[in-house]
């Protein structure tokens, strides 16, 4: 009866947390015991042949549950959050329709922030502009950093020099459009959710035990072909390290690695150290999230974190 409170009242459900936190496997369990539609909030999911180092869901678990924003793209293209927002304010919309539950799962935390906060009317990505910019970061990171201080002190105020991917989109849409991050996002925004969501976070106050679980998962995924995959997709000739799905954490290491830059032990501690750095960010984001429900991954079985939940969804 719950759920159907939380479809009549249009609410979605949302589960939050850093990478290698369990999201999937709730969402799984959730799904033997409510109608619901997972959307992912993961920007490396949208690709299509990434499936071991981006830890896609089974084709399996695909089959058994509606999924949607995974496969949806080629691995030459690039998906902006402005797009992300779009496509979930319709699914949301056809998964209500169904009498269903939408259940956001993932932890690419600009996601979950546009879709709740709205979007500001920036410039599409500009992959020309993107790959000079990303050539100065591997040639001199720091000069990325000091740009932004030049041009935008709020946004380099805000964006750490160590965090490549938002430096090079703040300087990206100056270059663009020849406004700064910081005119722009005051600008009203659009886009604003038709919906609420209930927020469920996984968040583990052990930080050792994160670090550990994705030193196995990392593992698990080499044993899988994880660099085969890699391997496959250096084959097609038509990508390269600059662009977007292969910035993902794991396969540019993977690729610099299959390139002959370093050798397999360095490339497996640049793995995990950016999946850590990942982990970091997250939570980090997640720190700032506001009314949601947190739960130690590590404190509490996976019974007793779907019982939570449910509770939660029983309570509505």
Known sequence: MSVQNMIKNRQCLALMGPTASGKSQLSMDLAEKYPIEIIS????????????????????????VPHHLINTHDASQTYSASEFVEDVQRLVEEIFSRNRLPVLVGGTMMYFNALQQGMSDLPSADEAVRIKLQGLWDSE??????????????????????????????????????????ELRAQPKSNLPKFGILKVALIPEDRARLHQQIGERFQSM???????????????????????????????????????????????????????????????????????????????????????????????
């Open 41 to 64: 909030v993961d920007s490396a999911l949208i690709y299509r042949d990434m499936d071991i180092g981006t830890a896609k869901p089974s084709d399996d678990e695909l089959a058994a």
């Open 141 to 182: 990171p720091e000069a990325l950093h000091r740009r932004l201080q030049e041009i935008d002190p709020e946004s380099a105020e805000r964006i750490h020099p160590n965090d490549p991917q938002r430096l090079i989109r703040a300087l990206e849409v100056y270059e663009v459009s020849g406004k700064t991050l910081t």
């Open 222 to 316: 080499l044993a899988a072909g994880f660099l085969q995959e890699v391997k496959s997709l250096m084959a097609r000739g038509d990508l390269n390290p600059e662009m977007t799905s292969i910035r993902s954490v794991g396969y540019r290491q993977a690729w610099s690695f299959l390139a002959g830059d370093y050798d397999y032990d360095t490339f497996v501690e640049k793995g995990l150290v950016a999946t850590r750095q990942l982990a970091k960010r997250q939570l980090t984001w997640l720190r700032k999230e506001k009314d949601m429900i947190v739960l130690d991954p590590f404190e509490v079985s996976r019974e007793q974190r779907l019982q939570a939940v449910s509770e939660l969804i029983e309570s509505v």
